[in-house]
């Protein structure tokens, strides 16, 4: 009698990996339809990335409002009278609010052929694109006692995330395009190899850390965590793509499709194992 378990628990759950996921794709595909104004080779996916980036903003909002206890409150972020801009979730808000205005008015100028307006819009929806992996990143990064986390190499790892998903999503909305499969071969095999070296920096900060970096290196690298992160996310997910694009099979539209693929899933589960991985230590305790 009077005895007490204290059962632990993560704070951020599965569905802010999903989360993750869908506004980083979201964002790519903003960068892309910005990049068809700069590369003609891209005008084919103008609209298509446009108009995926915001039916996957709406699923990423879907997503963050079903997980609030009372899903209501979420117009009080977005209330003058309760904001606060000194808490970093009010900027987040507000720059996935603006994001979402500039996405409507972006689409609106598309189909009405005000390429004027367009390329001016194009422009503000992408740079605020930019702030939703960014916002991300920080939102982890600011973590000071998690491990992993707690870097600031963290945003730009979910930029480099954002542009290597929403360039393979284009490469599949691009099917047969070869102008347009050459440009994304680029941009798929720079921005995986660049999630791949920031991966490499993390795994070797956090293994020669102090004992609860050490724990959290060994927690994310064996059993299913270890399956996901490292055999999903950093060797079939980051390492497979770029070996397949450095190959001439890579240039090919199947090699590309594959590619394109295997970095949707790696993507996937990297960020599910960032996410859930260096909180399972507070679950054993």
Known sequence: MGEYVWFHDVSWHASYAIYFFVIGIC???SFLS?????????RPLREKAAYGSFVLLALGGLLLIA???QPLRFFNVLNPAYLSFTSPLAWGSL???AF???SVLYVLALNKGDEARGRLLATVTALL????????????AVHQSRPVWNTPIMPVLFVALAVASGSAVGSLLAGANEAAQKVLHQYMLWSTAAVGVMLVSILGTTHYGGSASELTFMIMTTGTMGLIFVGAGILAGTAAPVALLLAPMGRQQNGLMLSALLILVGSAALRYALLMGPQ???TLY
């Open 129 to 140: 694109a930019l702030g939703l992996p960014v916002y991300t990143g920080y939102d982890l």
């Open 67 to 69: 997980d609030l206890s």
């Open 280 to 282: 399972q230590l507070q």
């Open 27 to 29: 964002a790519g595909l």
């Open 34 to 42: 910005y990049g068809s104004w700069l590369t003609p080779a891209l």
């Open 95 to 97: 720059n996935i609010a």
């Open 100 to 102: 979402g205005v500039a």
